[in-house]
């Protein structure tokens, strides 16, 4: 018997719950903060509960949590598309439990319906989006790129400012300090290097997607601390629209839907052909954040800058950066034995 009372016979019990479990797979490819990917999944026999890992917080830099927020949000996003390519309707619960805050979100009450199309597409994105580092080419992004990157967003909730030319040189200024307060900041430090040391462990950042050099900029990209083993070409970010990720609260449950918003525009982008690279240093440094607030004119608070651009198209951009195994992130426990 179902919750809802419904009869669900043994086999349709084994198609949603293997469909949850691969929904949890998918979203694996998801974007994070340093690739912590800081989320858990557990398929139940009739909901998927999602959680975060506080291992995987990055204690310094986001004490708060709101890019571990943000980047569960993805994850989260990713899964609701799965699913709905598969053919599965699910009610999203946000934060269902005040008395649990690891638990952010419990996809729940699914019921069949027909796969969407769109949502498969966007699943096929999914398999080739990445990040970037490299500075983008000289070719300007399509207005109607950015109008559609706009509505993926706003879609979601979210809301996108895409920055003036004025509003680029504050932005490059907050940058730039963000950088230099971060440098000099050992615990800050000693976080990146550990998330830049990870190889084998399928977290962190590999050398091969970070640039050998930094790119000379007129926005400063973040600031690894060393070289890496990504050769960045000519570029430059003349022709990059520089946009800010934003919303009216500054809590746990906009931060999850922003990282929902994260993954739609970023999908989107790679749907159209466009590069998208977050840009979280000056979200990260309490100061810039809240020149970012100030460059919103009171709007409201600012999550993630994001640089959109064209990707050089003669050469060949960064690997994929590895995952954690499912197993690592996906516990089927409650429902060993019912899978098909
Ligand atoms: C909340 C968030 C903040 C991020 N901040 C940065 C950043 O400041 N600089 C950067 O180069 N990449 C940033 N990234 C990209 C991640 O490093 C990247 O998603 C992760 O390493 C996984 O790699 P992939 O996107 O290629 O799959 C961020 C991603 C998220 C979700």
């Known amino acids: 018997m ?4 419904k009869v669900v016979t043994m086999s349709q019990e084994s ?23 800081p989320w858990r999944w557990r398929v139940l026999p009739d909901a998927l509960e999602l959680r975060t890992v506080a291992d995987r917080q990055l204690t310094a830099t986001d004490p708060e949590g709101r890019l571990l927020a943000i980047s569960c949000g993805a994850a989260l996003h990713h899964a609701r598309l799965a699913l709905a390519a598969e053919g ?4 999203v619960e946000r934060m269902p439990d005040p008395a649990d805050r690891e638990l952010l979100a419990r996809l729940t009450t699914l019921t069949r319906v027909t796969a969407d199309p769109d949502a498969m597409r966007m699943v096929q994105c999914m398999q080739i989006r990445h990040t970037d580092r490299r500075p983008v080419s000289d070719e300007p992004v399509p207005t109607a790129a950015i109008g559609e990157i706009t509505r993926a967003v706003t879609t979601e909730g979210g809301r996108l400012q895409i920055l003036d030319g004025d509003q680029v040189l ?9 950088d230099t307060v971060e440098a000099e900041d050992p615990q800050l430090r000693a976080e990146l290097a550990y998330w830049t040391s990870r190889a084998g462990t399928g977290t962190g ?4 997607v970070l640039p050998e050099q930094p790119p000379q900029t007129t926005v ?15 570029g430059h970010d003349r022709a990059a629209v520089y946009a800010m990720l934003y919303g009216d ?4 449950d906009s931060w999850l839907r922003a990282g929902e918003a994260l993954s739609a525009a970023w999908l989107t ?8 690279v977050p840009l979280s240093s000056v979200v990260e440094v309490e100061g810039t954040r809240q020149s970012l607030r100030h460059l919103l004119a009171g709007l409201g608070f600012p999550y993630l800058v994001l640089r959109l651009g064209i990707a050089d198209p003669t050469h060949a951009g960064p690997p994929h950066t590895p995952r954690l195994t499912t197993e690592q992130v996906i516990d089927t426990t409650a429902v060993r034995g019912e899978r098909g």
């Open 205 to 208: 950042l590999p050398p091969e």
């Open 249 to 252: 609260e500054d809590e746990p």
């Open 2 to 5: 179902g919750r809802d009372g």
């Open 88 to 91: 599965w309707r699910a009610v």
């Open 170 to 178: 504050e932005l490059a200024a907050a940058a730039g300090h963000a």
């Open 15 to 37: 198609q949603l719950t293997t469909a949850l479990a691969e929904a949890a797979a998918t979203a694996g490819h998801a974007p994070s903060l340093h690739n912590t990917q």
């Open 220 to 234: 400063p990209a973040r600031d690894f601390g060393h070289p890496g083993g990504l050769p960045i070409g000519p």
């Open 269 to 276: 982008a790679t749907r159209l052909g466009v590069s998208l």
